[in-house]
């Protein structure tokens, strides 16, 4: 999937039709005519508005130009990288690029236009806009909410919050690498960003039962809190909520005899 939404970046656009191999991780099982993909495949198709095809079993002639690309690729690119070592994806795509682009900006032999022409006079102007977001493949898991009000998502071993009032009910988890949805009998009852980090807590306030909610008040009530409150009343009342605490302060502080 991330290959696929790369490929559309380069592009530029969105295809109609996306035509496969019989790849397992596409195919599901192969058919001269209506051939099963995947469920991952088809909400991709789904999400971009995309046909998706695959060729016939030991029919080459169904890809001819791809198998012939092949072919040009490794002796117009992977030949002339042939004495460089690289370690990773990153330094792959930086030796490839500008060799690819070189590739397609020089005339197809035969012909009076380069593969890029060709691809902006007779394909481009038939593409759609890319859509704001990209495609994400979404993952789903049950867990059920646990007595604190959180599910365990176990990829990460992270929890978050829900309602409190869905304490012991049974949870579908739906992911992406950057959201986390839960839902209980068809309905969304909370939606987190995706946190990674392992065995911490997403903890929505508005999740939790009063006295929970009340407790995490009184965490942050120190001295400069009650100034504070009492400053919004007025200026006597902060004069008396002073002397009272500095009262108490002083009262509190350890004597020492000489």
């Given at each position: ?5 790369q ?8 295809p109609q ?5 019989n ?5 599901i ?24 095809l ?12 791809v198998?012939?690309?092949v ?14 070592t ?5 330094q ?19 012909k ?50 829900v ?26 009852i ?9 065995h ?42 002073t ?8 009262l509190?502080?350890?004597?020492i005899?000489?």
């Amino acid at each position: 999937i991330d290959g696929l939404n790369q490929a559309l970046v380069y592009f530029g656009g969105l295809p109609q039709i996306i035509q496969s191999d019989n790849l397992k991780s596409f195919v599901i099982k192969s058919d001269r005519y209506e051939p099963t993909f995947n469920e991952l495949c088809i909400q991709l198709s789904s999400y971009y508005g995309i046909e998706l095809l695959a060729t016939r079993v030991a029919k080459p002639k169904d890809k001819a130009s791809v198998e012939r690309h092949v072919s040009i690729v490794y002796n117009k690119v992977y030949a002339r990288l042939r004495n460089q070592t690289l370690t990773n994806i990153k330094q792959i795509n930086l030796a490839f690029k500008p060799l690819i682009d070189q590739m397609n900006d020089a005339k197809m032999q035969g012909k009076s236009y380069s593969r890029n022409e060709r691809f902006e006079r007779d394909e481009k102007p038939h593409m759609v806009d890319l859509p704001a977001e990209l495609f994400e493949l979404k993952k789903s898991t049950l867990a059920k909410v646990q007595r604190n009000y959180h599910v365990i998502l176990g990829e990460d071993w992270h929890q978050y919050s829900v309602p409190y009032q869905y304490v012991a009910k049974q949870t579908q988890v739906v992911y992406t690498n950057k959201v986390v949805e839960i839902y209980c009998e068809s309905q969304r009852i909370a939606i987190h960003r995706r946190d990674k980090r392992r065995h911490a807590y997403s903890t929505f306030a508005e999740h939790m039962p009063e006295k929970h909610k009340k407790y995490l008040e009184q965490r942050g009530w120190d001295s400069d809190y009650f100034k504070t409150q009492a400053k919004k009343i007025g200026p006597h009342t902060e004069w008396v909520i002073t002397q009272l605490l500095e009262k108490n302060i002083s009262l509190n502080r350890p004597t020492i005899a000489v």
